[in-house]
């Protein structure tokens, strides 16, 4: 056993930060245990304009890194490193990671979600390839080039709008006839002359030659198959909890997020989630952050008791 804390929090995105301000202000020893890059997957948020008190916007990378450098202040200790299993245990859960063992009286879980896979040919075989799940890392790449977003949402549509500053064209890719989307964000992508909407259709498989070339299309009214020439496909359809350690240690909802009460409490005392990880979660920086500081207040609740 390497150290016993009064809380480790497991993820460091909006969530586990909060979280970790909170819980090392109150004075609690707290371990935040991150495996991936501090900030979660708002890193990959070329610009976060409605999270409050930044009235210009931020990057996702630097409003990350604030909210790290106020929590350490305080004193929260960070490992990166990867979790590999939980024994949750009245008083004293062991966390078994990559770097060691360690015990704690409570845990926050705050390790998001991941980005959801299309699951055709030549997705895997072309990752890195002009297949990407990331605009703000890869969108400079293609500068003048076609691209290709799959998806309808706030996620596939900002994506979209990112890219139309570099692309010389952007096809937007949706199974449905209407997005499904906030109204500024959709006008914007109307508005946006390099933007252009393929409906009713979903991508069957991903082809080229070394890299990506052409994309497989077949429509969901009448099944007709199409090509479309393009030189990288950026894939937004969502996105899978970081939950697979709590599968039959905590209820799980059908998508396999943990779920919780009001005040994020799980079925295990001592023992909550928070963030993107959570069942009916909004999945937005500031209610993440909304989630990790109700957390912390609870476990303090906990740990106090």
């Known amino acids: 056993m390497n150290k016993s804390y009064h809380v480790i929090i497991i993820g460091g995105g909006p969530a586990g930060l909060t979280a970790g301000l909170y819980c090392s202000r109150s004075r609690f020893s707290t371990l935040l245990v991150e495996k991936g890059i501090i900030g979660g997957q708002i890193t990959n948020a070329e610009r976060v304009e409605n999270y409050p008190g930044f009235p210009e916007g931020i990057s996702g990378i630097r409003l990350g890194q604030l909210i790290h450098e106020q929590a350490s202040s305080y004193g929260l200790e960070t490992l990166s490193a990867e979790v590999v299993s939980a024994v949750p245990a009245e008083r004293h859960n062991l966390i078994s990671t990559s770097e060691g063992d360690f015990a704690s009286e409570s845990i926050i879980i705050a390790s998001g979600a991941r980005y959801r896979k299309l699951g055709v040919p030549g997705e895997d075989e072309f990752a890195g390839k002009g297949v990407s799940y990331c605009a703000t890392c890869d969108g400079p790449l293609f500068r003048g080039r076609a691209v ?134 909004a999945r937005q920086v500031i209610t993440a952050a909304g989630d990790g500081a109700t957390a912390a207040v609870s476990a303090a609740r906990f740990l106090s008791s």
């Open 148 to 281: 290709a977003v799959v998806g309808g949402g706030d996620a596939a549509v900002t994506e979209a709008l990112y890219l139309s500053k570099f692309a010389s064209s952007v096809k937007i890719i949706h199974r449905r006839s209407e997005l499904r989307t906030s109204r500024v964000v959709q006008q914007r992508a109307i508005a946006e002359p390099k933007i252009e909407f393929v409906w009713d259709t979903v991508v069957t498989g991903i082809e080229g030659d070394g890299v990506v070339k052409q994309l497989v299309l077949k429509s969901t009214k009448n099944a007709r198959i199409s090509m479309l020439e393009v030189a990288g496909v950026f894939v937004a359809v969502g996105s899978e909890p970081n939950s697979a350690q709590w599968r039959g240690l905590l209820p799980l909802d059908e998508g396999g997020y943990i779920i919780t009460n009001e005040l994020m409490e799980t079925s295990i005392p001592g023992i909550f989630a928070a963030g993107d990880v959570r069942h009916n979660s």
